[in-house]
């Protein structure tokens, strides 16, 4: 069973905005928090956000923090990443997972920023 899809990545230039979608299982997003990562080329996949289940208290990478945000719809059970100001070190394949311990991978997304 496809625990997690994301989709809203695309191609876009230095300085734009993009928001990326993450539709969860219901079971796992009721339960767990979540975040999102991504994996460049080369690199290992690193966590760059995650939200609370409970609380809705946030955590940002250095690298991200002022520029994206993540939040969660429960009614669609589903995982926002709006990023801002987006650079070409954002270039990457972005995943959502649950946070802690995340599980098996979805396909992720894929952010090119480049002009």
């Known amino acids: 069973q496809v625990q997690f899809v994301e989709s809203g990545g695309a191609l876009v230039q230095p300085g734009g905005s993009l928001r990326l979608s993450c539709a969860v299982s219901?079971?796992?997003?009721?339960?767990?928090?979540m975040g999102w990562y991504r994996q460049a080329p080369g690199k290992e996949r690193e966590l760059v956000a995650r939200?609370?289940?409970?609380?809705?208290?946030?955590y940002y990478a250095a690298t991200v923090k002022g520029r994206f945000a993540i939040s969660r719809a429960t009614a669609e059970s589903t995982v926002y990443l709006q990023m801002n100001s987006l650079e070409p070190e954002d270039t990457a394949v972005y995943y959502c997972?649950?946070?802690?311990?995340?599980?098996?991978w979805g396909q992720g997304t894929q952010v090119t920023v480049s002009s």
């Open positions: 997972n649950r946070d802690p311990s995340p599980m098996s």
């Open positions: 939200i609370s289940a409970v609380s809705g208290s946030t």
């Open positions: 219901k079971f796992i997003f009721s339960n767990y928090g």
